[in-house]
């Protein structure tokens, strides 16, 4: 079953302007990851966040976590044509030996 | 260092024939995945393997088998294949499953797109 789910399925934005993402769940969770797929690529990890943190940086992109609302959000700044992509969240539930649940992701077109 | 690599990258079968999909890894991580990814259902986990020895269902295993041949390699085989199979099918490793102190990101191949006829 789907953990967690994205929000927008699609998103089409000009360069230079910030996209965000959300991805919601439905049970506790360990920590949540970001994962972004080029076209007929594989998905590649763009961040971790653990439960217990509330946001977290890297580069360009800012990722936060709410576990009250069991949501997050990933916010890509100053986007760019190269970020053009589909975008999964993915987490990791409490207990042992758990595996990652990926949503369907987000589509996200950036416009030059 | 390649990461994680799939072989084939393509593959056609006609109903019924089987084939095997090869996964390697040069990480020295303990755990394995096979996934299929269809649109608009985002990445479904078909068999892991938690470690070198093990191997345990996911969510679609149906149709499907799996070999651990060794820490570097996980296999994928389609015994009798079907038009539902019809996927693009990934192949991912991480250090160790999730879990308590346990936070692991994970690695994945490009990919191997297969049509059954």
């Known amino acids: 079953s789907q953990q967690g789910e994205e929000d927008p399925q699609a998103l089409s934005i000009q360069e230079g302007e910030n996209a965000t993402m959300n991805c919601s769940y439905k049970?506790?969770?360990?920590?949540l990851q970001w994962y972004r797929q080029n076209s007929g690529r594989g998905l590649v990890h763009l961040i971790l966040i653990r439960s217990n943190e509330r946001e977290k940086h890297s580069g360009r992109l800012r990722v936060t976590l709410d576990t009250s609302k069991k949501s997050s959000s990933l916010l890509i700044t100053a986007s760019r044509a190269a970020d053009t992509a589909s975008y999964f969240c993915?987490?990791?539930?409490?207990?042992?030996?758990?595996?990652?649940?990926f949503g369907k992701g987000i589509t996200l077109s950036v416009r030059p | 260092n390649a990461g994680v690599t799939q072989t084939p990258k393509f593959q056609v079968l006609k109903t019924g024939q089987s084939m095997t999909l090869q996964c390697a890894q040069d990480?020295?991580?303990?755990?394995m995945y096979w996934y299929r990814q269809d649109p608009g259902m985002g990445l479904r986990l078909i068999y892991y393997?938690?470690?070198?020895?093990?191997?345990d269902k996911g969510e679609v295993p149906n149709g499907y088998n799996v070999s651990r041949l060794n820490k570097r390699e996980f296999s994928l085989r389609l015994e009798s294949a079907a038009p539902s199979q019809t996927s693009v099918y990934f192949c991912?490793?991480?250090?160790?499953?999730?879990?308590?102190?346990?936070?692991?990101?994970?690695?994945f191949g490009p990919g191997t797109r297969l049509t059954v006829l």
């Open positions: 993915a987490t990791g539930p409490t207990g042992a030996n758990s595996k990652l649940t």
């Open positions: 049970t506790s969770i360990n920590n």
């Open positions: 991912a490793s991480s250090e160790a499953l999730q879990g308590p102190g346990s936070y692991n990101e994970q690695f």
């Open positions: 990480m020295n991580h303990n755990s």
């Open positions: 393997s938690a470690s070198e020895g093990t191997t």
